[in-house]
């Protein structure tokens, strides 16, 4: 079951789904898949730009293969709980938050990102999120976090410590545009990497960053990443592991 918050008032998508699209009337059995016309639905086509929209819930096991732009332009949308997804075949979640501007509450630790190839731009212009848990992430297949928190001009606190970068190839404008104060570099792998472009472009509150001084040579080679610009570089003997 889907519910969908409207100004302060919650229903649920299959007693009331015109609330979406007069279009969207059908749903399975099981209340997991959209039908139009006989032809089953991708959900976020349905929800993905619906100004009316300020709450998702996922109230029972949705299943996705993908959640690439799933929630993409969505401005309105205030807090999304995908505490019930089921994304264990998912391998692409680019874009999946980008734009939700009034994005304040995210809950992610259902969002299964074992298999997820691409990262890129998955939280672009969620300008009203303040900070990410991202502790429960598996990274380990990822190859693009090119994007990743870009224009999250209100993010001053992200965990990403865990992430295995191994395979990242590309972290241009990664953390771009945000309100970051500090952040904790020393444990990325950047063997793979070859574009850290703007990757710390526009920081204004930047104040802390702890690096190995292999992962900061990486990274200040390419010239025009920002890293120079950090106020507080914190270089540290520890191996970055993979």
């Known amino acids: 079951m889907i519910k969908i918050k409207i100004g ?16 969207f009337n059908e749903l399975n059995e099981d209340n997991t898949d959209m039908y139009l016309d006989g032809e089953k ?13 300020h709450e998702v819930i996922y109230e029972t096991d949705q299943k996705f ?24 075949n998912v391998n692409d979640i680019s874009f999946m938050f980008s734009g939700c501007k009034k994005l304040e509450k995210l809950n992610l630790f259902s969002l299964k990102t074992d298999k997820v190839v691409t990262m890129e731009g998955v939280f672009t212009d969620c300008s009203s999120l303040a900070t990410l848990d991202l502790s429960s992430f598996k990274t380990n297949l990822v190859t693009s976090m090119s994007s990743l928190f870009e224009g999250c001009s209100r993010l001053d606190k992200v965990m990403v410590d865990n992430f295995d970068t191994g395979n990242v190839e590309s972290m241009d404008s ?20 070859k574009n850290y472009t703007n990757m710390f472009l526009n920081i204004p509150s930047f104040l802390s960053l702890a690096i190995t001084k292999t992962n900061y040579d990486l ?9 120079e610009d950090i106020p507080g570089i914190k270089i540290s003997q520890k191996i970055a592991v993979s």
């Not at 229903?11 to 009331?16: L, P, S, V, W």
Request: proline fraction near 1%.
């Open 8 to 23: 302060g008032q919650t229903k649920k998508i299959n007693e009331d789904i015109q609330i979406l699209n007069p279009n």
């Open 41 to 53: 639905v991708d959900f976020s086509k349905v929800i993905r730009g619906d100004g009316s929209i």
């Open 65 to 88: 293969s993908t959640c690439k732009e799933m929630f993409k332009g969505s401005s309105e949308i205030i807090s999304i709980d995908l505490q019930n997804i089921n994304s264990d």
């Open 174 to 193: 990664m953390f771009s545009g945000t309100s970051l104060k500090e952040l904790d570099l020393r444990f990325f792998n950047l063997s793979s990497c």
């Open 219 to 227: 990274i200040a080679k390419e010239g025009d990443s920002g890293i």
